[in-house]
């Protein structure tokens, strides 16, 4: 079974930038859809990009697209979600996100049936 480890998170003054990992364990690490999720105060949990390594797919929520930067180390089975930019509204819990049994629709969170358990992002 997949196991996802979220690290990374922290606090920051706006204009700062965080560079957050997920360790993935226990499948094929090119086989697994990934994704980042993050919950905000008072909000439903929403996508942030979604990426699928065994064909290159990688797709980003518009509204963040600029500002958030997946990449990966397949050595270490690692990816990271590079944070630019920041500002007070990104403050919430960000979550690392996968699936072995395929995603039809990436921005949706029951997609997915794996989960950290978060890394909390405070902007001030």
């Known amino acids: 079974q997949v196991q996802l480890v979220e690290s990374g998170g922290g606090s920051v003054q706006a204009g700062g930038s965080l560079r957050l990992s997920c360790r993935v364990s226990?499948?094929?690490?090119?086989?697994?859809?990934m994704a980042w999720f993050r919950q905000l105060p008072g909000k439903e949990r929403e996508g942030i990009v979604g990426?699928?390594?065994?064909?290159?797919?990688?797709e980003y929520a518009k509204s963040l697209k600029a500002r958030f930067t997946f990449s990966q180390d397949i050595a270490t089975d690692t990816h990271f979600l590079q944070l630019d930019s920041l500002e007070p509204d990104d403050t919430g819990i960000y979550y690392c996100?996968?699936?072995?049994?395929?995603?039809?629709?990436?921005?949706?969170?029951?997609?997915?049936?794996?989960w950290g358990l978060g890394t909390q992002v405070t902007v001030s």
């Open positions: 990426v699928y390594p065994a064909n290159g797919r990688t």
């Open positions: 996100a996968a699936s072995t049994s395929g995603v039809r629709d990436w921005t949706r969170p029951a997609e997915y049936e794996y």
């Open positions: 226990g499948y094929s690490y090119i086989r697994t859809y």
